[in-house]
């Protein structure tokens, strides 16, 4: 079992900038597939970003060019830098993980999905 802990939410101005992290307790757990999920107050948590074992990146359509998301493989941490930010990125940031090498789509990595670990979550605040 893999445990993720996100760090690093807070509140931003809109166009402002945020970076969270995440750190994976088990190194050997770092080149499979993870990355990062929302949840919008009375809305349904959704994938954002991925990146998979050979270091490629895939976003939603609502964070693309906003969003990077990387990891530091040596210390287990995996990140995502928000840029340019605005009020409807306000949410519940969390951390997920896959037991896969590849990414499948953002649109099956959900709450009950095989497989998929989560964090805890970190809050994110933007006003305008």
């Known amino acids: 079992q893999v445990q993720l802990t996100e760090s690093g939410g807070g509140s931003a101005q809109a166009g402002g900038s945020l970076k969270l992290s995440c750190k994976i307790s088990?190194?050997?757990?770092?080149?499979?597939?993870m990355g990062w999920a929302r949840q919008a107050p009375e809305k349904a948590r959704e994938a954002i970003a991925a990146i998979d074992a050979g270091g490629n990146t895939f976003y939603a359509d609502s964070v693309k060019e906003r969003y990077t998301t990387s990891k530091d493989s040596g210390e287990s941490i995996l990140y995502l830098q928000m840029d340019n930010v605005n009020p409807e990125d306000t949410a519940m940031y969390y951390c997920?993980?896959?037991?896969?090498?590849?990414?499948?789509?953002?649109?099956?990595?959900?709450?009950?999905?095989?497989?998929?670990?989560w964090g805890q979550g970190t809050q994110v605040a933007v006003s305008s």
């Open positions: 997920w993980w896959s037991y896969r090498r590849s990414c499948p789509p953002l649109s099956l990595i959900r709450p009950g999905a095989g497989n998929v670990y």
């Open positions: 088990d190194p050997s757990k770092v080149e499979y597939c």
